[in-house]
Nanobody, 118 residues
Framework: QVRLLESGGGLVQAGGSLRLSCAAS????????MAWYRQALGKQRELVAA???????NYADSVKGRFTISRDNDKRTVYLQMNSLKPEDTAVYYC????????????WGQGTQVTVSS
């Protein structure tokens, strides 16, 4: 069983910053990839940023240059540093772990709300 616990969401003014954390139960080396997704009200869930076990990253065009995904293996935690936030970044942010090789499935956290005011 894998548990992912997000934290760090909140209310911030446009132009501000937040750092989201996703703490995993057990080693994150078990995961082929960890990623952050978001879902705004009335919209589909979309990929924000992904980090492979090999260290390669992938970002949505809308966040390139503003968001950075990183990890701390010792703390079993993946981070999403969000700078220059815009109102359109408002969404529930979810942590995702690709555990297909180890457990045959993906895992999701419960989500954390990010609200950016104009």
């Amino acid at each position: 069983q894998v548990r992912l616990l997000e934290s760090g969401g909140g209310l911030v003014q446009a132009g501000g910053s937040l750092r989201l954390s996703c703490a995993a139960s057990g080693s994150i080396f078990r995961f082929n990839q960890m990623a952050w997704y978001r879902q705004a009200l009335g919209k589909q869930r979309e990929l924000v940023a992904a980090l492979s076990s090999g260290g390669s990253t992938n970002y949505a065009d809308s966040v390139k240059g503003r968001f950075t995904i990183s990890r701390d293996n010792d703390k079993r935690t993946v981070y999403l540093q969000m700078n220059s936030l815009k109102p359109e970044d408002t969404a529930v942010y979810y942590c995702n772990a690709d555990a297909r090789m180890t457990f045959g499935r993906y895992y999701w956290g419960q989500g954390t709300q990010v609200t950016v005011s104009s």
